[in-house]
């Protein structure tokens, strides 16, 4: 299912870069792993619910010896920056 219309971004692009080498934690995130950058913004949330669900079982059993709580620190040193991205994608959308 396509999720993103002006990048052509499906459910399975989304779950791919999600479970990938990069570990995405935004939709932000998710669109530079893609290559590509958020457009109108309306697909974040429907991107952000797909990486939950993708990620669902990791979060809960997450544990030291989890690929993704490598990259924690990481993901923390960027999250600033996106969820400012992510502030500005939702009040263009609203607009």
Same mark, same amino acid.
């Given at each position: 299912?396509? $999720?993103c219309? &002006?990048?052509?971004i499906t459910?399975?692009d989304v %779950?791919? !870069?999600v /479970?990938?080498k990069?570990?995405p934690?935004?939709?932000?995130? $998710?669109?530079? &792993?893609?290559g590509c950058?958020a457009q109108c913004? %309306?697909? !974040?949330? /429907?991107i952000k619910k797909i990486?939950?669900?993708a990620?669902?079982p990791?979060?809960?059993?997450c544990?030291?010896?989890?690929?993704?709580?490598?990259?924690?620190?990481?993901?923390?040193?960027?999250?600033?920056?996106?969820?400012?991205?992510d502030t500005f994608?939702?009040v263009?959308a609203?607009a």
């Amino acid at each position: 299912m396509i $999720v993103c219309s &002006c990048n052509v971004i499906t459910d399975h692009d989304v %779950r791919s !870069a999600v /479970t990938g080498k990069n570990f995405p934690r935004t939709a932000g995130q $998710v669109y530079g &792993c893609l290559g590509c950058s958020a457009q109108c913004g %309306r697909c !974040a949330r /429907t991107i952000k619910k797909i990486m939950d669900e993708a990620l669902g079982p990791c979060m809960k059993a997450c544990c030291s010896g989890c690929p993704h709580a490598d990259h924690e620190a990481h993901a923390h040193e960027v999250h600033a920056h996106d969820h400012a991205q992510d502030t500005f994608l939702s009040v263009e959308a609203a607009a």
